[in-house]
């Protein structure tokens, strides 16, 4: 029973940077944008989250300068490939470039320092109850991906808004003569999305290591963009994809202290398996390729209003 | 108020298109000089330290070209790809396998001598280079699967891979418990160039002595392979079908040109060129396997292929450009206690100058007078 509520409480925790970057990305890609600096958002919110609680020892305040800065960080992106049209892979992989040495440079002073992780939402007394813990004994990130999970897809599905940034990814040309501003409408997603993978990315000083080390994401940022693939760009089926990849990372640590056939495996599988995971569950949505995943029409190509 | 549009080219700008590579590098000092004041610097001389000394002290250009040679391998590669719209991002980990496999040869063969063995190492190399790359042209052409992903996925686990070899099988016997493998016999190491092979100067030989002591035979491989693929590129018909399914695919079907084909060469010639210059750098600077072998030469030669605008004689410009922000990275850092991942804002800076430059190829700036425009309208 310990072990389970141990599990159960692991995955969450390590799922959860992963589903709120995903979803970011989602949005942003919803709009027919494909910004591959996940990566590099994430690192820069990491760092700035650190340095915020570092100092102020606010959690709070640390996860809003991260969504700040994962907004301004999306604001280039966003100038270069919406103002001035430019190559969205190439300028994503750009982004991860410069979030990657941005952050080592303002994180150099602050390696191995250690900060507090964020209290649970529940008092230490009450969540000792094994259903209260597995239920809320969670910090505040936590309840807030699986709060954005109904509310980006209440936006999507349910609202005008919503609507009209669908019509924007599937068709920009229409949305564009009907009167609806594309670039407009795109800036906002990237800000939503940069954003998202601020709060991401602080979630790794703040909830999983209470520490900056560099390049301390390793990845999870990619694997947040592979993930939208899978959840073939729905909200809910991202909640699935993130606690299954949560389950895949941290089921070394238990079935090592299980002992049996698979400990035998050596570490650096298991710290290999992740990144495979990704590519096994790429293949598989692959094989089930039908209308109702395909990618928004207008995915990753540039829209210049008046030509 | 003076008001700009943007106003289409009727053709593509061809002073834009090799103009702005070089205005991207010049904006990338300025905008680092600004940068780094703002947060607490000597901007100038952080700048200075950086883009100028290794040009400056003839000791560093030995260095400069032994960070450029990988740049430029790889660079070459990735252009190719790039050109045919596959977008192999994961040449970092066909660099590490590529460098993995050659290790592996030289464990093999240690105490063996011969001439044989390095290029043993640098086929075995380029083929694991190309084997790692076929994993996602094999996806994408069977199953569509995304190459961007599945190739940097392969990279972290290209990473692992390497630990576990050098804490497992190929652990140093000698090491004192350092996870690194061997060091390399003599017969599995790239010989340095020496005064020697410049005997045809005379005694001018003389005055190169000590400035290609450091140079290994990877260098002059470097330029010789980028030569050899630009004249591929250019002048065959290979090279122009490659550069007809990037740009235009519909044309290119009906030209008979299968894209599957296009995807396959271009990710095993990418990822082979990748595994090349990892057996390059292990035979060479390394001479072992080493937890620090993943350079970041991978992903630094993206930019070396954008900033050498896809084309393989802009991408030797570009690799010694880049090469100048490392050997600069490397001396600000004991000059200045500037931290090394500054090279890595410089190297991003340029990738997003050029991007947004890039504008300026298909479309114009115009000045538009805010009482001429009623006239126009």
């Given at each position: ?33 494909l910004n591959l600096g996940v990566e590099g ?46 190559n969205q892979t190439a300028t994503g992989l750009a982004l991860t470039i410069f979030g990657t ?118 990845g999870?940022g990619w694997i947040a963009v592979a993930?939208?693939v ?45 990144y495979?995971?990704t590519i096994?569950?790429l ?17 990753g ?7 | ?70 740049l430029?391998?790889i660079g070459v590669g990735l252009s190719i790809a790039y050109r045919a719209n596959v977008w192999n991002i994961g040449a970092e980990g066909q660099y590490i396998v ?31 280079g190309?084997?790692y790359a076929a994993i996602p042209a094999?996806l994408k052409?069977?199953?569509?699967v995304n190459e961007i992903l599945t190739s940097l996925m392969l990279t972290y686990a290209s990473v ?86 990037g ?16 995807i396959?060469?271009a990710m095993l010639v990418s990822g082979?060129l990748a595994g090349?210059a990892g ?15 993943a350079t970041n030469y991978g992903f630094t030669a993206i930019i070396v292929a954008f900033l050498?605008?896809l ?33 890595g804002?410089?190297q991003a800076?340029?990738m997003?100058?050029?991007l ?22």
């Amino acid at each position: 029973m310990d072990l389970t509520i141990a599990i159960i409480v692991t995955v969450v925790g390590a799922s959860t940077p992963i589903l709120i970057a995903a979803l970011g990305e989602l949005v942003v890609e919803r709009a027919g944008v494909l910004n591959l600096g996940v990566e590099g958002m994430m690192l820069i919110g990491a760092v700035v989250g650190f340095i915020v609680q570092f100092h102020t020892g606010q959690p709070l305040l640390a996860l809003l300068a991260a969504a700040v800065a994962g907004v301004l960080s999306s604001l280039i992106f966003g100038f270069l490939t919406l103002s001035l049209s430019a190559n969205q892979t190439a300028t994503g992989l750009a982004l991860t470039i410069f979030g990657t040495g941005f952050s080592a440079l303002i994180g150099a002073n602050y390696s191995a320092r250690p900060v507090p992780l964020m209290d649970s939402v529940l008092p230490e007394t009450i969540a000792d109850h094994p259903i209260a813990r597995v239920l809320l004994g969670y910090s505040l990130p936590v309840y807030f991906a699986f709060f954005m999970v109904f509310a980006v897809w209440f936006f999507l599905k349910k609202t005008r808004s919503g609507l009209i940034l669908r019509a924007v990814g599937e068709n920009d040309h229409s949305a564009h003569s009907i009167g609806y501003s594309v670039l407009g409408v795109r800036y906002l997603a990237i800000m939503f999305g940069g954003a998202m993978a601020g709060i991401a990315g602080a979630c790794f000083p703040l909830l999983l290591t209470p520490q900056w080390a560099e390049g301390m994401t390793a990845g999870r940022g990619w694997i947040a963009v592979a993930l939208v693939v899978f959840a073939s760009w729905r909200p809910m089926r991202l909640l699935f994809g993130a606690y299954l990849f949560g389950l895949v990372m941290t089921m070394e640590v238990y079935i090592k202290a299980g002992g049996g056939l698979f400990s035998a495996i050596p570490a650096e599988l298991w710290a290999a398996l992740p990144y495979l995971a990704t590519i096994v569950v790429l293949v598989l949505i692959s094989l089930k390729r039908d209308a109702s995943t395909n990618a928004p029409a207008c995915l990753g190509r540039p829209f210049m209003p008046g030509n | 108020m003076m008001q700009f549009r943007l106003e289409k080219r009727a053709e593509p700008s061809k002073f834009m298109l090799y103009a702005t590579p070089i205005a991207a590098v010049a904006l990338t000092m300025l905008v680092g000089v600004i940068l780094f004041s703002a947060i607490g610097y000597n901007g100038f001389a952080a700048v200075g330290e950086i883009f100028l000394t290794p040009l400056t002290n003839p000791y560093k250009w030995q260095e400069l070209g032994v960070k450029a040679a990988p740049l430029i391998i790889i660079g070459v590669g990735l252009s190719i790809a790039y050109r045919a719209n596959v977008w192999n991002i994961g040449a970092e980990g066909q660099y590490i396998v590529g460098a993995l496999a050659a290790t592996w040869v030289a464990l093999a063969t240690h105490g063996q001598g011969g001439f044989w063995i390095l290029p043993l190492m640098a086929v075995a190399g380029a083929i694991a280079g190309m084997a790692y790359a076929a994993i996602p042209a094999f996806l994408k052409t069977k199953l569509n699967v995304n190459e961007i992903l599945t190739s940097l996925m392969l990279t972290y686990a290209s990473v692992q891979l390497i630990f576990f070899l050098i804490r497992g099988p190929w652990k140093d016997p000698m090491g004192i418990g350092f996870p690194q493998s061997r060091r390399f016999d003599v017969a599995a190491r790239l010989p340095n160039l020496t005064v020697e092979n410049f005997g045809f100067l005379g005694d001018g030989a003389l005055i190169l002595k000590g400035l290609v002591e450091r140079v290994h035979y990877g260098v002059p491989l470097a330029i010789f392979i980028a030569l050899v693929v630009w004249f591929i590129m250019t002048r065959t018909v290979f090279g122009y079908r490659m550069r007809v399914v990037g740009a235009a695919p519909h044309a290119a079907r009906y030209g008979g040109f299968s894209q599957n084909k296009t995807i396959w060469m271009a990710m095993l010639v990418s990822g082979g060129l990748a595994g090349l210059a990892g057996m390059l750098e292990v035979a060479g600077p390394f001479q072992r396997m080493v937890p620090g072998f993943a350079t970041n030469y991978g992903f630094t030669a993206i930019i070396v292929a954008f900033l050498g605008r896809l084309n393989p004689l802009g991408v030797i410009f570009a690799g010694f450009v880049l090469a100048i922000t490392f050997v600069g990275g490397q001396i600000a850092q004991t000059t200045m206690g500037l931290p090394d991942e500054t090279t890595g804002i410089f190297q991003a800076l340029m990738m997003f100058l050029l991007l947004a430059g890039d504008i300026l190829i298909k479309y114009r700036i115009r000045r538009v007078q805010p009482d001429a425009r009623v006239g126009a309208a």
